[in-house]
């Protein structure tokens, strides 16, 4: 197998899942270790295995990721799921690893929710804890291991695609009500992708929380960064399925992160449903006024209101004074016990 994907590729494996589905997908979901039961709550599923049916699709080997697609409808929204996914110890090049990515960009979907399993990190987290990624740090592309690495895909992004805001800021604050309303605590970090397979050392983990990490696992920072640069707006969810001590008093095991999945599963279906729900927040590049205000009026109505009052106000007593200005212009005659008013020398009433 190449060591870039190529185009060609991405069309071929694009094309066999059309040939399969008339659904156009709205939204795609990547499921972490675990968490690949989810994809069961999807209504008239079509399910492809891409170990058969989809030409240079990477496989997954690892239990707990079916590595099947499902598409099909979740909370009325058109869906497609990736039931588990590769990784990179599993021997696969890192720019294979976002051969799903650029799929689902080539398929027209533009909003991704990212899971993954992770070692948490923060003393406050506790097992079964989720915690909304608000960046991460990214060692493998840092040692040279970058899923952009070779030919660019001119048909997606820049050679240099920026990273200042890989998870969507708009999807965290959402990320954060949805917890909110269902009373479900959301934490926040930042998460770091190491290669894998071994589970970090404790001087693996001393490191990490020295540098600002908060929970660590062995994927997710390749698909954003993938995601990213062809323009896909993202949610990254982490399940914190084990909690590390950096003494390395307490051992971390594949069949501990899958039961903690089992249990964190309900909790995130239960989120991620009104996630689907509200991830359609109408930002139109190119219009950023007007998609502005229609995201102030889907979430904040009445600040939307509070403003074009205001607005409405000093622009209904701008125009008074300019037409009554005249009825001020001689205060000499004013009478003795109006209080008096007068402009700076600087001003006038003829300026407004």
């Given at each position: ?23 156009k ?20 599923p ?14 997954s ?13 979740l909370e ?16 696969h ?20 929710i ?27 592309p ?47 970090g930042v ?77 995130l ?32 109505p ?51």
């Amino acid at each position: 197998m190449s060591k870039f994907i190529t185009i060609e590729q991405i069309d071929a494996a694009t094309d066999a899942i059309r040939a399969r589905t008339d659904i156009k997908p709205e939204i795609a979901m990547i499921l972490g270790s675990g968490l690949g039961e989810l994809a069961d709550s999807i209504e008239n599923p079509t399910i492809i295995p891409p170990t058969r049916e989809i030409p240079h699709w990477p496989v997954s080997t690892v239990p707990g990721h079916k590595g099947r697609l499902v598409i099909g409808t979740l909370e009325g929204k058109k869906v497609l799921v990736l039931q588990g996914r590769t990784h990179y110890y599993e021997g696969h090049e890192v720019s294979q690893i976002g051969l799903p990515i650029r799929v689902m960009q080539r398929l027209g979907i533009e909003k991704l929710i990212i899971t993954n399993a992770a070692g948490g990190l923060r003393e406050s987290f506790i097992t079964t804890d989720l915690m909304i990624i608000i960046d991460h740090l990214a060692l493998l592309p840092m040692c040279g291991v970058n899923p952009l690495r070779g030919p660019n895909l001119d048909e997606f992004g820049t050679r240099f695609p920026d990273m200042s805001a890989v998870y969507d800021p708009e999807y965290i604050q959402l990320a954060r009500e949805v917890g909110q309303e269902q009373g479900i605590p959301m934490q926040e970090g930042v998460y770091a992708c190491l290669s894998g397979p071994t589970f970090e050392t404790p001087a693996d983990c001393r490191f990490l929380k020295l540098v600002g990490v908060d929970a660590v696992g062995m994927s997710t920072v390749p698909e954003a960064i993938v995601a990213k640069h062809g323009g896909m707006r993202i949610l990254g969810i982490s399940t914190i399925t084990n909690k590390i001590d950096p003494d390395g008093t307490n051992k971390a095991t594949h069949e501990e992160v899958l039961e903690a999945g089992d249990i964190i599963a309900p909790k995130l279906m239960k989120s991620s449903g009104r996630w689907l729900g509200e991830c359609n927040l109408p930002f139109v590049q190119g219009k950023w006024t007007q998609s502005f205000v229609f995201w102030l009026n889907l979430k904040y109505p009445s600040t939307l209101f509070w403003v074009l009052s205001r607005s409405c106000f000093c622009a209904g007593l701008f125009w008074l004074l300019k037409k009554r200005r005249k009825l001020f212009l001689d205060w000499n005659a004013k009478p003795r016990n109006v209080i008096s008013f007068r402009l700076p020398r600087c001003l006038s009433w003829s300026d407004f």
